[in-house]
């Protein structure tokens, strides 16, 4: 042990038993592309493995933003981890590429071992649902740069696809339509209002109100994935911050907008409460959060009913796409 290391705040035994903790929670996220093993200086993965002919790669990289914050308050743990790769691995989904590895950071005020393996077996949790491998990561403890039992989380995640897969918005055109994908709640965006308001409100936080505020984000990967092996899809949004009004636009070409239909899909009771207490209005809901719908495809009026026949019940037509610009609800 390195006392005087020790005495900066800095404990080295406590870093490898962290180590030799996560190794079970890394090695079930494993596919065939993974070439090495936790503990080396870099993540090695083999592309070749998965018969790609002319593969373009798709990065992205995100954290879960203040409700870390919520996570570090309430000692929930277990499944910010699965916002994290959620919030990175639905970004390249919506390029329309197969997620196939994830990188971690987690930097804390203390190494709390049990702590560190409560974090990472969620953001392995996550890889398992997206179908990519964690092969990578690096853990900093940090005393002076974060209290104690504070952390901060990041993620990088990769993918690939074909070139002739790649979502190219310029398919967007008038008349097409806009499925919904439900979310599982609040996801991963908007928690500083969502914290202010439950704040200000001064709501007891019960085991059923933090299994609805802390719900982790929902994965769209075997979503995305089966309805790309049948349907050209044009264009694909994932809504987080900004809600409809930002990111629907993001997936359009110019010149073009969207005519949503109120009421298309159910409302999550997480929403009805925050408006409720929060006193926000309808337009700012939808500015700030996904209000039950997380992820949607934009596709040909003759492919809408086969989704809806592959999504199943979590699917819902909400809308299409319009020759006017800008995001309007009818």
């Not at 002076?144 to 790649?166: H, I, N, P, Q």
């Not at 596709?299 to 989704?307: G, K």
Request: aromatic letters at 6%; one cysteine or more; charged letters at 20%.
């Amino acid at each position: 042990m390195s006392e005087k290391y020790a005495s900066a705040g800095v404990n080295l035994e406590a870093g490898y038993e962290s180590v030799e903790r996560i190794k079970k929670h890394v090695k079930k996220t494993h596919t065939k592309g993974v070439m090495n093993l936790i503990g080396s200086f870099g993540g090695l993965f083999d592309l070749g493995q998965f018969g790609y002919k002319d593969p373009i790669l798709v990065s992205g990289t995100d954290g879960v933003g203040t409700k870390l914050q919520l996570a570090i308050d309430l000692n929930h743990h277990t499944t910010i981890g699965i916002d994290l790769v959620a919030m990175c691995v639905n970004d390249i989904l919506a390029q329309g590429a197969q997620p196939l590895y994830f990188l971690d950071y987690l930097a804390v005020g203390k190494n709390v071992p049990s702590r560190i393996e409560e974090i990472v077996s969620g953001v392995a949790e996550g890889c398992v649902q997206s179908g990519a491998a964690l092969i990578g990561g690096e853990t900093a403890e940090m005393p002076g740069m974060y209290a104690e039992d504070s952390y901060d989380l990041a993620g990088f995640a990769v993918g690939a696809c074909e070139r002739t897969d790649l979502i190219n918005i310029e398919n967007v055109k008038p008349n097409d339509v806009i499925i919904g994908l439900a979310s599982t709640g609040v996801h991963s965006n908007g928690y500083s209002l969502v914290r202010k308001i439950l704040s200000d409100s001064n709501i007891t936080i019960d085991e059923d109100l933090q299994t609805m505020i802390m719900a982790p984000t929902k994965i769209y990967a075997n979503d995305v994935m089966n309805v790309m092996e049948h349907i050209k899809i044009h264009s694909m949004v994932h809504i987080t911050g900004g809600g409809f009004y930002e990111n629907i636009p993001r997936a359009l070409p110019e010149g073009l907008g969207a005519t949503i239909n109120k009421g298309s899909w159910p409302t999550l009771p997480v929403f009805d409460l925050l408006q409720d207490k929060g006193e926000v209005s309808y337009e700012e809901m939808m500015n700030i959060f996904n209000m039950g719908i997380g992820y949607m495809m934009i596709v040909n009026p003759s492919d809408e009913a086969r989704v809806l026949e592959i999504l199943g019940d979590n699917a819902y037509s909400i809308g299409s796409i319009s020759s006017q610009e800008g995001i309007r609800f009818v």
